[in-house]
């Protein structure tokens, strides 16, 4: 980590240590370990040009995807999982942030950090679920067909400009963590949908040469990432689908179905945009373990 980093987290994090020290009267001991576990997110969230601040919820389940490919215990990644918690829970109290990104982490789940992944067919329900005829969500419908398509985070998403996509290749040029362009190629079940879109909705949605954003709001600006959440539920919602959809669930999927269907590992990294491969090898454990519950619920001996 950086000087400056340094400069602009401990404060943070200090602050907030004096904080539950008055409040719960905790040991020295415990506040060296949550300082410890604090310090230890704030570092890996630098490696990701991610200040500890603006963590988002993938942020988190990508770290603790990163201690479980270390081989940490779920114990202490528990005791680490509980201890952001509450750091995020008095950042949303002391109105620093709006939203806590731990809320959506099960704690049940910390031997397999990362949500369960969508299946194919929960998949085929939210990506049918927007009503095509009406412009806004065209636009929603090309947004979930792109981003399970190419797998994005949905910061690159949302920041998408029209110069990004090339339509005749099949590729979509994105800057991910760290300012890193990388080539997404896209599939032509997404392309057609982009195209639709393009020629439909966004002219309703946007006066030509108003912006280049591709995928702008009700007010022709870009969107939020927690505006694009807020979408997904509604259309999860609408599909019947019980468990909370977030836009890095997708992401999920899109690695975990690529797995699946015999992707190698490498190229899914380079697809995700992952700079360790031990950040995607966490993928393969979700693609063994349903291979495993497929392999007892159909074979006669299962």
């Known amino acids: 980590m950086t000087k400056a980093a340094v400069a602009k987290q401990d404060p943070l994090i200090e ?3 004096d904080h539950i020290w008055a409040e719960k009267g905790l040991s020295p001991h415990s506040i060296s370990a949550y300082r410890r576990d604090l310090t230890s997110l704030a570092k890996w969230l630098d490696t990701q040009s991610t200040p500890l601040q603006k963590a988002g919820s993938g942020d988190i389940q ?38 806590n990104p731990t809320e959506l982490i099960d704690s049940a789940k910390l031997g397999r950090p990362l949500p369960k992944s969508m299946s194919e067919a929960d998949i085929e329900l939210l990506l049918n679920e927007p009503d095509i005829e009406i412009a806004l969500e065209l636009r929603d419908k090309a947004m979930l067909e792109l981003l399970y398509a190419t797998g994005l985070r949905v910061s690159e998403l949302i920041g998408l400009t029209m110069s990004q996509v090339n339509q ?3 590729v979509v040029r994105t800057f991910g963590k760290g300012s890193k362009e990388r080539l997404v ?15 439909e909705a966004r002219p309703e949605l946007l006066p030509p040469g108003a912006s280049d954003v591709l995928f702008p709001s009700r007010r022709g600006k ?16 609408r599909a019947g689908i ?23 590992l490498r190229v899914v990294q380079l697809l995700l945009g992952h700079s360790d491969l031990s950040t995607t090898q966490i993928y393969t454990h979700i693609a063994r373990e349903r291979m495993k519950l497929l392999h007892a619920q159909h074979h006669p001996r299962g």
């Open 15 to 17: 602050e907030y240590l």
């Open 62 to 99: 990508e770290y603790l995807a990163h201690r479980y490919a270390l081989q940490h215990s779920p114990r202490s990644t528990a005791r680490h999982l509980s201890c952001f918690r509450g750091f995020y829970a008095w950042l949303v109290r002391e109105s620093r942030i709006k939203v």
């Open 168 to 170: 005749r290749q099949g």
């Open 185 to 199: 190629p896209v599939g032509e079940t997404a392309l057609n949908w982009l195209d639709r879109y393009l020629k």
């Open 222 to 237: 870009q969107m939020t990432r927690q505006t694009f959440w807020h979408r997904i539920t509604i259309y999860s919602k």
């Open 242 to 264: 019980s468990y909370s959809v977030s836009p890095h669930l997708l992401r999920h999927a899109f690695a975990t179905h690529l797995l699946n269907h015999g992707a190698d």
